[in-house]
């Protein structure tokens, strides 16, 4: 059985972004992944990260600080062994967010990732999304 990229990454975006579940997780991220974020993320966490156990603490920490109201992929594209998409994100600060204690404020935004999968699992991901916008959102 073929596994199919873009339902790899779609599983990702709508279980664990968008609901929390991270029952799965293991299944769709490889190990070894690597994840790339914009330099001015240094603040919250490394804009370069190795391995699972280093972006799944990272992701569970999102997940605590943000409850999400509304994740949607607004552009999907798939090309070879990589899979973009475009979403946005509606929610709420309900949590510490790296030194930021909860506000209860609600916020939107909107970003880019492209996953590079192999054998049915990512193994590497880019993020960039408006991490200022989310900022001043939560003032």
Same mark, same amino acid.
């Given at each position: 059985?073929?596994?199919?990229?873009?339902?790899?990454?779609?599983?990702?975006?709508?279980?664990?972004?968008?609901?929390? #579940?991270?029952?799965? =997780?293991? !299944?769709? $991220?490889?190990?070894?992944?690597?994840? /790339?974020?914009?330099?001015?993320?240094?603040? *919250?966490?490394?804009?370069?990260?190795?391995?699972?156990?280093?972006?799944?603490?990272?992701?569970?920490?999102?997940?605590?600080?943000?409850?999400?109201?509304?994740?949607?992929?607004? #552009?999907?594209?798939? =090309?070879? !062994?990589? $899979?973009?998409?475009?979403?946005?994100? /509606?929610?709420?600060?309900?949590?510490?967010? *790296?030194?930021?204690?909860?506000?209860?404020?609600?916020?939107?935004?909107?970003?880019?990732?492209?996953?590079?999968?192999?054998?049915?699992?990512?193994?590497?991901?880019?993020?960039?999304?408006?991490?200022?916008?989310?900022?001043?959102?939560?003032?």
């Amino acid at each position: 059985m073929s596994i199919n990229n873009v339902d790899v990454v779609r599983d990702l975006f709508e279980k664990v972004f968008a609901k929390g #579940d991270f029952s799965t =997780y293991n !299944d769709l $991220v490889d190990s070894n992944v690597e994840a /790339h974020c914009p330099p001015s993320w240094s603040k *919250f966490h490394k804009n370069e990260v190795s391995g699972i156990s280093n972006t799944k603490k990272i992701d569970e920490a999102y997940q605590k600080a943000f409850k999400i109201i509304n994740a949607t992929i607004q #552009d999907l594209i798939a =090309y070879g !062994d990589k $899979v973009t998409i475009r979403w946005s994100c /509606h929610g709420k600060h309900v949590g510490d967010f *790296f030194e930021i204690s909860a506000t209860n404020k609600l916020f939107d935004i909107t970003g880019m990732s492209i996953f590079r999968l192999n054998q049915g699992k990512i193994v590497e991901v880019w993020q960039s999304w408006d991490m200022f916008g989310l900022l001043q959102q939560l003032k």
